[in-house]
């Protein structure tokens, strides 16, 4: 019963999270069916300097105006700010198409970008999709898209591991969705978007590539599209490695695993004209952001619950394998703790016992995959907040300490470093310290001004 208790501690938590940050970042959607859902991770976001950043809090800023407006009519955005000075109107159009590939949940967004100048300020405006131009239009499609995101999320949920979601998702979208060959000869725009998957489960490779990212992100996988010539696909972070994925290749009659996280070498074989490589031209700059995916294990290193050799099943080879705890590794371990009570003793090998058997249908699971993150040591950079050391204080360093405060509740030690975790100083790290990171990443995007979590507590 306590450790119940623990995980619906750790469940509240973590939706605590969702409903703080979605009136902060517009990066949380509440779903037809009130489910609450990272839309983004913001991937390339993070990787970007600090008036990179801006500009793309800026874009950020003037979608969102319009994805929260369905009584008005808009051709174009209203123009988003950058320092011409630090950024050419070249870079910003290359911005611009990083941030789409972050942000799949504006499917109204077309593909053409104008930059006007005055001074040392430049803007850049972006066209809307005709389709989509009316509010209402706009407000029909959006409930259509969450409703049907919302049955997709609902079962990658019930896996507990990033390995069988991401597979579950692969395979939903590759079952429900058909290649749209005659919008290849229209050049339908429509066709690029989430929208064709959701409403008309009938798309081309951008379409699947941007659903699959914004599923992933959903339910916790980090995932990113990625250009290609003439071609989109995507990757896709699982444990601590980043994979190739081609959803619209696997989408045939049979539903083929081929392209389902490889590492780069593998997902090139027998591709032609290119269309497994990255299409330099559109991102020229920032090529380097692309992770490089080098991993060849297909993801086994997140590995299942109860699935201890990593082969996808869970039978009497890791119940043997249980039995023998002393000689588990730290990640075996890790999926071995079925109770989740921090160690691996005869009630786990009670409870795999009774599910290889029948006699239990459903293995216990944590809110929070198992990944290596959850024993890393984050580098200091000495920033107040800036709790995973990426330089930067935003909603995924509140995820993490409410993760770690999770933890604790279970009788496990902090890995988080006091010094940069407890933001309010009372000597420990929980909800409170998730809060002021969340309060002070809000009024960063209304306030570039604001230098440091320092400044925000002193209310400067």
């Not at 077309?110 to 006007?116: D, G, L, N, R, Y």
């Amino acid at each position: 019963m306590k450790n119940k208790k623990i995980l619906k501690a750790a469940a509240l938590l973590t939706a605590s999270v969702c409903m703080i940050s979605a009136g902060i970042s517009g990066t949380i959607y509440a779903s037809a069916e009130n489910i609450n859902y990272r839309t983004s991770s913001n991937y390339f976001r993070n990787k970007l300097s600090g008036d990179e950043q801006k500009f793309y809090d800026n874009l950020l800023t003037v979608c969102n105006k319009i994805n929260n407006n369905f009584k008005k009519e808009y051709e174009t955005t209203q123009g988003a700010e950058f320092n011409s000075q630090t950024i050419s109107a070249t870079k910003a159009k290359e911005i611009t198409s990083l941030f789409v590939r972050d942000h799949p949940e504006f499917f109204w967004i077309s593909t053409s970008f104008e930059v006007a100048s005055s001074g040392n300020t430049s803007s850049l405006i972006i066209r809307i999709l005709p389709a989509y131009r009316n509010g209402e239009a706009r407000k029909n499609a959006s409930e259509a898209i969450n409703s049907a995101v919302a049955n997709y999320i609902k079962g990658a949920l019930e896996y507990s591991d990033p390995y069988s979601r991401a597979l579950y998702l692969h395979d939903e979208l590759a079952k429900n969705v058909s290649y749209d060959y005659k919008s290849t000869l229209d050049e339908s725009p429509e066709n690029q978007t989430i929208a064709s998957v959701f409403i008309n489960k009938k798309t081309v490779c951008a379409g699947f590539s941007k659903a699959y990212i914004y599923l992933c992100n959903a339910v916790g996988i980090d995932a990113i599209s990625v250009p290609a010539k003439g071609h989109e696909w995507s990757m896709v972070k699982v444990g601590s490695e980043w994979y190739c994925t081609d959803v619209t290749y696997d989408a045939t009659s049979n539903i083929s695993h081929k392209y389902f996280l490889c590492d780069s070498s593998s997902f090139q074989n027998g591709v032609p004209n290119g269309e497994h490589l990255i299409e330099k031209n559109e991102v020229s700059s920032y090529v380097s952001f692309f992770p490089s995916c080098t991993a060849t294990d297909k993801g086994k290193n997140a590995l299942k619950w109860g699935d201890l050799n990593g082969d996808s099943l869970i039978n009497q080879q890791d119940l043997d394998l249980i039995k023998n705890s002393n000689s588990l590794s730290a990640q075996q371990k890790a999926a071995a703790d079925l109770d989740c009570n921090g160690t691996v003793d005869e009630n786990d090998t009670k409870i795999l016992s009774d599910y290889i058997s029948g006699t239990i249908n459903k293995l216990p699971a944590l809110e929070y995959p198992i990944t290596e993150d959850d024993n890393v040591n984050f580098p200091d950079t000495g920033i107040l907040g800036d709790v995973n050391g990426d330089k930067a204080v935003n909603s995924k360093d509140a995820v993490y300490v409410l993760v770690d405060y999770a933890k604790t509740l279970t009788g496990k030690q902090s890995s988080l470093n006091k010094k940069i975790a407890d933001i309010n100083g009372d000597g420990v790290i929980n909800s409170i310290d998730a809060v002021k990171i969340l309060q002070y990443y809000a009024k960063t995007l209304t306030d570039p001004s604001l230098k440091s979590m320092e400044d925000f507590l002193n209310g400067k």
